[in-house]
């Protein structure tokens, strides 16, 4: 039987992920920067992902969720021990979520850009979950890119979506 609080234990994972990149990372490579390739480092990176968590978090109990009233900590963007120590504490949140509250119905608003009549859009926790997932992913991926322009390889699998892992296990315990 599959887990009910799977995708809540997977964005825990890629929260982990997150503290353990940062473990002795030097504030040098957190901020490094390098124009025109890309004009943020991994600390604003984790800190766009982390905006997006703690919006979810604030507002899935009232069952509204507003991805652009983002708080954009400059202190957390700039320092990676005050960012470890902000991912931990979303960690801790996102574990006292309950797989009953998955299938709640949510209202989320996120500018993309367009004039729209009315911004805020249905979805559910669930959901929201799996779209953290994937935003985290891809900004885990641009911060790996950004590693290895520093010559730093990011840990094995880190920005690499799940199901791309489960692919690649699938055909290499095919091959001959």
Same mark, same amino acid.
Request: glycine share 6%.
């Given at each position: ?15 982990? #992920? ?5 473990? /002795? ?13 890309? #004009? ?36 957390? #963007? ?31 608003? @996120?500018?993309?850009?367009?004039? @729209? /009549? ?11 979950? #799996? ?36 692919? /690649? ?8």
């Amino acid at each position: 039987m599959a887990n009910p609080r799977a995708a809540i234990l997977d964005n825990i994972y890629f929260l982990d #992920q997150a503290i353990d990149l940062l473990t /002795e990372m030097p504030p040098k490579i957190f901020t490094h920067k390098n124009p025109p390739l890309y #004009q943020s480092g991994v600390g604003p990176h984790l800190r766009h992902c982390m905006d997006h968590m703690e919006l979810f978090l604030q507002g899935y109990a009232d069952g509204k969720v507003d991805y652009d009233q983002r708080p954009r900590r400059d202190v957390q #963007q700039q320092d990676p021990v005050a960012m470890r120590l902000w991912i931990g504490e979303l960690s801790k949140k996102m574990n006292d979520l309950h797989p009953q509250d998955l299938s709640r119905a949510l209202k989320v608003k @996120m500018d993309c850009g367009s004039e @729209m /009549e009315d911004p805020w859009s249905g979805s559910t926790v669930l959901r929201e979950l #799996q779209f953290l997932l994937s935003h985290t992913v891809h900004h885990f991926a641009l911060i790996a890119m950004i590693l290895r322009d520093q010559g730093i390889e990011a840990p094995e699998g880190f920005g690499v979506a799940p199901s791309t892992l489960k692919h /690649e296990a699938e055909s290499s315990s095919c091959a001959p």
